[in-house]
């Protein structure tokens, strides 16, 4: 059974970086597209960064220049590096993999940006 963990999140100060973290087990594919989106209280989730399996890299409007998204495929894992934190940022990141022709997501990770 495919399982996605994320870590990385926490309470960092405005101006701040965070590093999240995206692990899959429970399957044999190593290359697939991932995903990014996070979800503040009151509002829907939306997109943050995508990564195809060929390495193409998306940012939604608000993030470009700060957010960056990558990976590595032999752990499996996904990253997303968050500079530049501002408050509006504050919301629960989750991360999504589409392997062979599932959707899977994580159960979430808190980023609060505060002073």
């Known amino acids: 059974q495919v399982q996605l963990v994320e870590s990385g999140g926490g309470l960092v100060q405005p101006g701040g970086s965070l590093r999240l973290s995206c692990a899959a087990s429970g399957t044999t594919f190593m290359i697939y597209p991932m995903g990014w989106y996070r979800q503040a209280p009151g509002k829907q989730r939306e997109l943050v960064a995508t990564?195809?399996?060929?390495?193409?890299?998306n940012y939604a409007n608000l993030v470009k220049g700060r957010f960056t998204i990558s990976r590595d495929i032999a752990k499996k894992t996904g990253y997303l590096q968050l500079n530049s934190l501002k408050p509006e940022d504050t919301a629960v990141y989750y991360c999504?993999?589409?392997?062979?022709?599932?959707?899977?997501w994580g159960q979430g990770t808190q980023v609060t940006v505060s002073s």
């Open positions: 990564i195809t399996s060929a390495g193409n890299t």
């Open positions: 999504n993999a589409v392997i062979n022709n599932r959707s899977y």
